[in-house]
């Protein structure tokens, strides 16, 4: 039998398509072996991309006045004294405005004319209370771009967080104590709450519109009036606040804001008309409060400053630990009173987080807080920013290391990197003393009883983090924390429904949820 005849191979030839398409491969190819390698996604100060600038137009705050009064009875009037103070620019230290420094006239005034407005104001139903606190909150959200871009040009802080943080929060707080406004006998609080009278509000720089919505909301909706004094450093936003007033057709002399610096804020805390006094800000000023209303009727709620500890367990998800450690220490440049400024890492795990970290902050943008890739802006002023470079150089003058991200900082205005140093021990000024800036400590611990007895180690009690995948950890761990607020896998999250406020040196009462309407009612 005859084998089979093998069946010739056949070649067939490519197409023109086959031709061009295998021309373009060894093309690419050659293109790729003649580029340079690329950067090394873990090695620190190497950035895999590039950001063209993306600026927000200044023009979208609208127009800045060369020169405010204050906002008293309904009318922008002009201040009693010859004294101005002038707000700069913190990303180039330029002048933006001059307003007037409120005197005990001006307090005075201020305080008789939310006195007068009262009756009126806490007589209305709070459905018609509501209306009001609806109406600017829709207000703000029609213009939170303009409120944005203002907030970021006083402040200094990125306009990604002014407007995806600051201002949606601010409209929320309306919103919410809006709700609250008729329903106050269903708080918890007896069958018939009644309002305290005038309240007296001294509100911080680092969040000047959001503190000023976490105060102004609660005490309209449970029928009070206000007097506020903005931080001198940033009026503007709380000015245009009385704009939106107006245009919400508020009463006359309910809202009423005062501005100046410590002396306008110790005048309006001290003056004998005010039932109430709301103060944020420092633990010095906050006492000085306390003391000199002692043994009077007035009531007194206190935010004030804070040391966090922000503890990593051996189990926690490493990179996500790690946004969560960026987030509490370099949101608003680490300008927040609950910043996660105390990094506690169990031992097992510490070069692993630090080497994660330090490839995160590598790719941290500083720089112009109007352009929309920045991460991190400018220091509020520059008393702030001396407060910093001092606590930073003591740090290492008392052994620790210190290090930052190649980062070019701007020539002009108020910077400062971000900086983590290591090596820290708990009797060292930069984990004891509040620094209020991009600056980060870092601690060990080897068992949970450590941690805890290391994170209450301080003065402050006002929050901390807590990162592991054991739910039983977490319950356990929060339970023994001395802080008003505990996060779980997650830091710096606020929403109007929950409560806000701390223990020992960072203050007394809270601001947020239901628990907030208790600060300005009688019960």
Known sequence: MTPPTP???TTKAPSKAAEKAAEKAAAQAAQAAQAPAAPDAAAPGRKLFGYAPAPESRAA?????SRYGHYIDGESVEGSGRETLTTVDPATGLPLAEFAQGTAKD???AVRAARDAFPGWSALPGGERAKYLFRIARIIQERSRELAVLECIDNGKPIRETRDVDLPLVAAHFFYYAGWADKLEFAGFGANPRPLGVAAQVIPWNFPLLMLAWKIAPALATGNTVVLKPAETTPLTALRFAEIC???GLPRGVVNIVTGDGRTGAALTAHPGVDKVAFTGSTEVGRSIARSLAGSRTRLSLELGGKAANIVYDDAPIDQAVEGIVDGIFFNQGQVCCAGSRLLVQESVHDE???ALKRRMATLRVGDPLDKNTDVGAINSAAQLARIRELADAGEAEGA??????CELPATGYWFAPTVFTGVSATHRIAREEIFGPVLSVLTFRTP????AKANNTPYGLSAGVWT??????LWTAARLRAGVVWSNTFNKFDPTSPFGGYKESGYGREGGRHGLEAYLDV
């Open 7 to 9: 069946a010739k191979a």
């Open 61 to 65: 705050a609208g127009e800045i006045a």
């Open 107 to 109: 307090v005075d005034r």
């Open 246 to 248: 107006r245009q919400a």
């Open 353 to 355: 987080v630090m080497e």
């Open 401 to 406: 290391q210190r290090w930052s991200p190649d």
């Open 449 to 452: 009883e450590e941690a805890v």
């Open 469 to 474: 995948e054991k739910g039983s950890r977490i």
